[in-house]
């Protein structure tokens, strides 16, 4: 057990800095005319729901080596074929789908029992306006932390954890030692110093901002500075995190723990601390054993073994850092590429051409409450259009979006051109036009805008 992961406070600035091999996730998504949808996955096989492997429910799929984003060089689809082994560990799949609703639920990030998975929710909504059709599409990886709740599962970390530690200290120190000034330390320190850094986390990542190191690191160096951490050296250099944690760990020992009768604890003792909690190691590589059957004792008194203890401890890990950042393994990268009917208006994406937008993001990014990609199109009845109108005059953005200005909350008016489109002429907009014109109904106005659009004026 890695008892430095323990303290969440390292454990929140190492899953921002994690140097390991990033896990790729990538999607090919095209949207039809008529609400059916075609999919291909790319992701890593030990994060791919066993539901979502059945080959049953794609067209095709294969298994992969890992490939990074920038390393692609072909559609999904157009991979080799390849069989599951230690180094094809991604699997690939892509197939044809009814509806939004149909596709396989791809992405299954278990949570612990009583929070919710993380998960893919998607949304897809298509309204016809007559002359145009509307589609919007929201996808959302989701997350679970809450603010409120937040605060409440680090207080409940907080109310489990000290007691450890301060009975461990007690058995391993406490006859030959004062470790009350420790203590006091996690109490009057650790605790707040832990606050300010989840508050920090989680109000960068409400504006959208965690996934930005440069702005993480500087908010969380001034914080560490206030509470004694340097993060750099005298040159102005960042240190390297596991450094800054042994130079910490080591002057709160040097500073706090001292012999009964007022000296200094031994630098053998410390050391012994420092290998045990992983900061410093023994030549021999052996943590020292007498610490860990302490350990082991103290947890025993409150856990029966080391599984209830991560049953208890990993459920207070995800309310505070979300489901991604709780697990402190590599990062997930996303890509998404998405085809919409008709032209693009809206995307939270990048926009790579008329009708395509893509998402690159990482899972820190969904921190705290989901990390959502939407789009919208509009997509002209090119054919209706003919029929009514002497001239094709919705080609662009610009004229398809001022139609559905007037029509979006104007039911009368949506009406008309329902009936425009069964007669198969502009007629009966006209009619009515000049009927409510002739009385002065203000209506008339928005109906007036209609034609004039519609007949290119």
């Known amino acids: 057990m890695n008892r430095v992961k323990l303290c969440l406070v390292w454990a929140l600035l190492a899953s921002c800095v994690c140097g390991c091999k990033a896990k790729i996730f990538r999607a090919e998504t095209t949207l039809h005319s008529d609400g059916s949808v075609s999919r291909a996955i790319y992701q890593p096989v030990e994060e791919t729901p066993e539901p979502a492997r059945d080959a049953a429910k794609w067209q095709g799929s294969t298994y992969a080596v890992r490939i990074p984003h920038d390393e692609f060089r072909s559609a999904i689809a157009e991979l080799p074929s390849a069989t599951s082994d230690k180094d094809h560990d991604y699997f690939a799949a892509w197939g044809e789908f009814s509806e939004a609703s149909q596709l396989p639920q791809s992405t299954l990030i278990d949570a612990p029992e009583g929070i919710a998975d993380g998960t893919l929710e998607r949304e897809y909504e298509r309204t016809d306006y007559v002359l145009v059709t509307e589609h919007r599409w929201r996808e959302t990886l989701t997350d679970v932390v809450t603010l409120d709740d937040m605060h409440q599962a680090r207080h409940e970390l907080a109310e489990l954890m000290i007691p450890l530690a301060e009975e461990f200290l007690q058995q391993a120190y406490g006859d030959d030692h004062d470790i009350q000034p420790l203590v006091d330390w996690m109490h009057q320190e650790g605790r707040p110093l832990f606050h300010e850094l989840t508050d920090a986390y989680f109000d960068l990542a409400t504006r959208k901002r965690p996934q930005d190191e440069a702005v993480l690191i500087a908010t969380f160096e001034t914080i560490l500075k206030r509470h004694g951490v340097l993060m750099r050296d005298e040159s102005g250099a960042l240190i390297e995190l596991n450094e800054v944690v042994g130079q910490r760990i080591k002057q709160l020992f040097v500073e706090r723990l001292r012999r009964r009768n007022g000296d200094p604890a031994s630098a053998e003792t410390i050391t012994e601390l420092m290998q045990w909690l992983g900061v410093e190691t023994r030549p021999d590589g052996v943590e020292p054993q007498r610490l860990n059957t302490i350990f082991k004792q103290v947890l025993a008194k409150k856990f029966s073994d080391e599984a209830e203890m991560k049953a208890a401890l990993h459920p207070l890990a995800v309310r505070i850092l979300g489901i991604y950042g709780a697990d402190f393994g590599p990062e997930r990268q996303f890509e998404y590429q998405h085809q919409m009917p008709g032209t693009l208006v809206e995307t939270s994406g990048e926009l790579m051409s008329d009708n395509e937008t893509l998402w690159r993001f990482s899972d820190s990014q969904a921190y705290p409450a989901g990390y959502t ?85």
């Open 373 to 457: 990609m939407t789009c919208r199109s509009l997509e002209p009845n090119t054919a209706l259009e003919q029929k009514l109108l002497p001239k094709p005059v919705l080609t662009d953005r610009k004229a398809m979006l001022r139609y559905l200005d007037l029509l979006r909350h104007n039911e009368p008016l949506l009406a008309m051109m329902r009936i425009c489109a069964a007669d198969g002429s502009l007629t009966p907009l006209k009619r009515e036009y000049d009927a409510l014109k002739d009385v002065g109904d203000e209506g008339a106005t928005a109906f007036g805008q209609m034609l004039s659009l519609l007949e290119g004026k």
